[in-house]
């Protein structure tokens, strides 16, 4: 039976009542489909949209590797971007959908943090407590340099920066609102910084911009997440002080308001594709605070437009619901198939969150893995770190680039400039194709497994010159019947990371 909602909280606690117990983890993969709901990305089938044909945008489908960089006031506290704002987030990610009965006592509680785990960590906040980490945003050992440097060396081609994210800040000081470089820091543009030092290594520039800004559209914008609400009913819309709005917005104040939106977003976003030379992506993450077909749109920017102010420009399809590529988000999401078009996942060197958190990173192990999963995919890796509040990687980080760079100084050939391998060719393991040659991938056993030897098999209609390990150049024994090569590979030879089998054609 339903409980009513003036029940107090207290009632609640002495039944023994625990947010936490209703509201079950959620699953990586339903989390993010969910992320992306509220933040209105979604593709647009209608589109007959494929990829840009210019010239300066064809490096993309053979990048292989890049660089994610997630970084905004959310580092002073360590909590994550944007998200930890958001109340309710605990039901809408739960992975076993809660009762009404449940939510009407959240609801009656009045602390719409409830069951959080930020309330073990001490990392609740509201909207307003995050904007007022911007008073203490101030990198003063930001050097970028460093950055793109460990980047290139591990065989990273781009770079993708954070130039706003859903919170609000902007890196560089904007025109247009009040909560960026042009307010604080005296107006130092984090982003003229990053873009000077990605051209001195000869990296391709990124910049992520997300659509939604939730400062800019605070008095409209509701804090409760949209899936509690859409979902349960007797929610309340809750305001930038997570408390139950008690005014609503007449229909010409919220038109008014979309059109602003529009101009905002049209005007950031040209700032950011005039004001740097040349950038070669910009990679948005949800649509603008415009309801979809509400005439503000018209007033906002256009792929048009983007593409007359940077020709060739890569254009991720999270703003319009289509662009050049496809992309994947996180570790669960790693393509299964090889991609006929443009691809991409983006995921992270740490094992949750995108920001600074202190989360435990991934094995380089793990990485490699991916990377290489990805590579006979036909799909890029952009692989995610969270600096600091002073802007500098940790030595952890560093160490995790320097023992990619390393495996990357041998086995580079493998991951870049490469494709899947086509439809009339085989392999028993991960492969991917350059000129002349075929690269098989030899993934680490199991944490724990001992190391056996192993049998590679790879179908080809090509003549075979040699084979052998990229690393050592060693020649590994082989055997070819009926265009079917079987690869033998000692246990001896193996190593703690990836090992690449290099089938060299005549």
């Known amino acids: 039976?339903?409980?009513?909602?003036?029940?107090?909280?207290?009632?609640?606690?002495?039944?023994?009542?625990?947010?936490?117990?209703?509201?079950?983890?959620?699953?990586?993969?339903?989390?993010?489909?969910?992320?992306?709901?509220?933040?209105?990305?979604?593709?647009?089938?209608?589109?007959?949209?494929?990829?840009?044909?210019?010239?300066?945008?064809?490096?993309?489908?053979?990048?292989?590797?890049?660089?994610?960089?997630?970084?905004?006031?959310?580092?002073?506290?360590?909590?994550?971007?944007?998200?930890?704002?958001?109340?309710?987030?605990?039901?809408?990610?739960s992975s076993k959908k809660p009762s009404q009965?449940?939510?009407?006592?959240?609801v009656a509680s009045g602390n719409f943090f409830a069951g959080n785990r930020c309330e073990k960590n001490n990392s609740c906040i509201t909207p307003i407590e995050y904007w007022s980490l911007a008073k203490y945003f101030d990198p003063k050992n930001y050097d970028p340099e460093k950055w793109i440097k460990a980047a290139k060396e591990a065989g990273m081609t781009y770079v993708v920066l954070t130039s706003r994210h859903h919170d609000g800040f902007a890196m560089w000081p904007s025109a247009y609102g009040n909560l960026n470089t042009k307010n604080y820091m005296g107006g130092r543009d984090l982003v003229k910084e990053f873009v000077t030092a990605c051209r001195k290594y000869g990296l391709k520039v990124g910049l992520y911009?997300?659509?939604?800004?939730?400062?800019?559209?605070?008095?409209?914008?509701?804090?409760?997440?949209?899936?509690?609400?859409?979902?349960?009913?007797?929610?309340?819309?809750l305001d930038e002080n997570l408390k139950p709005r008690t005014a609503a917005k007449?229909?010409?104040?919220?038109?008014?308001?979309?059109?602003?939106m529009a101009a905002y977003v049209k005007g950031q976003v040209e700032e950011l594709l005039t004001n740097y030379g040349r950038i070669d992506m910009?990679?948005?993450?949800?649509?603008?605070?415009?309801?979809?077909?509400?005439?503000?749109?018209d007033q906002c920017i256009s792929m048009e437009?983007?593409?007359?102010?940077?020709?060739?420009?890569?254009?991720?399809?999270?703003?319009?619901?289509?662009?050049?590529?496809?992309?994947?988000?996180?570790?669960?999401?790693?393509?299964?198939?090889?991609?006929?078009?443009?691809?991409?996942?983006?995921?992270?060197?740490?094992?949750?969150?995108?920001?600074?958190?202190?989360?435990?990173?991934?094995?380089?192990?793990?990485?490699?893995?991916?990377?290489?999963?990805?590579?006979s995919f036909n799909t890029n890796m952009l692989l995610n770190y969270g600096p600091t509040k002073d802007g500098v990687f940790t030595p952890e980080m560093y160490k995790s680039l320097s023992e990619i760079a390393a495996w990357m100084k041998v086995n580079g050939p493998s991951i870049q400039g490469v494709q899947a391998i086509d439809s009339t060719e085989y392999a028993s393991v991960p492969a991917t194709a350059g000129k002349g040659h075929r690269y098989l991938f030899l993934i680490p056993q199991e944490k724990?497994?001992?190391?056996?030897?192993?049998?590679?098999?790879?179908?080809?209609?090509?003549?075979?010159?040699k084979v052998q390990l990229v690393g050592s150049k060693q020649t590994l024994k082989y055997s070819v019947e009926n265009n079917q090569l079987t690869v033998f590979v000692p246990a001896t030879v193996r190593t703690a990371l990836p090992d690449v089998i290099d089938v060299v054609l005549n």
């Open 448 to 465: 724990g497994e001992t190391i056996a030897d192993e049998k590679v098999v790879f179908n080809t209609n090509k003549k075979i010159k």
């Open 1 to 93: 039976m339903k409980k009513s909602l003036a029940i107090t909280l207290s009632a609640y606690l002495l039944s023994g009542f625990s947010v936490s117990q209703v509201f079950a983890q959620p699953k990586d993969a339903d989390k993010v489909k969910m992320e992306h709901a509220q933040i209105g990305i979604v593709e647009d089938n209608k589109s007959s949209y494929k990829h840009t044909t210019h010239p300066n945008g064809q490096w993309f489908p053979q990048a292989g590797f890049g660089m994610f960089i997630h970084w905004s006031i959310a580092s002073v506290k360590e909590i994550d971007l944007s998200w930890p704002m958001m109340a309710g987030t605990q039901i809408g990610w």
């Open 101 to 106: 009965d449940s939510v009407d006592r959240f």
């Open 209 to 237: 911009y997300s659509g939604p800004d939730w400062h800019e559209n605070g008095e409209f914008q509701d804090f409760m997440y949209y899936g509690v609400s859409k979902t349960y009913s007797n929610v309340p819309a």
């Open 305 to 375: 437009r983007i593409q007359q102010l940077q020709p060739g420009i890569i254009v991720s399809p999270r703003f319009f619901g289509y662009g050049d590529y496809k992309t994947f988000e996180g570790d669960k999401a790693l393509p299964a198939v090889k991609q006929d078009g443009w691809a991409e996942l983006c995921t992270t060197i740490t094992q949750s969150g995108w920001g600074y958190t202190k989360n435990p990173m991934k094995s380089t192990a793990h990485v490699l893995e991916y990377l290489i999963r990805c590579r």
């Open 282 to 297: 910009i990679w948005f993450d949800g649509s603008a605070d415009i309801p979809r077909g509400n005439k503000a749109w």
């Open 250 to 260: 007449t229909e010409a104040e919220k038109q008014a308001h979309y059109e602003h």
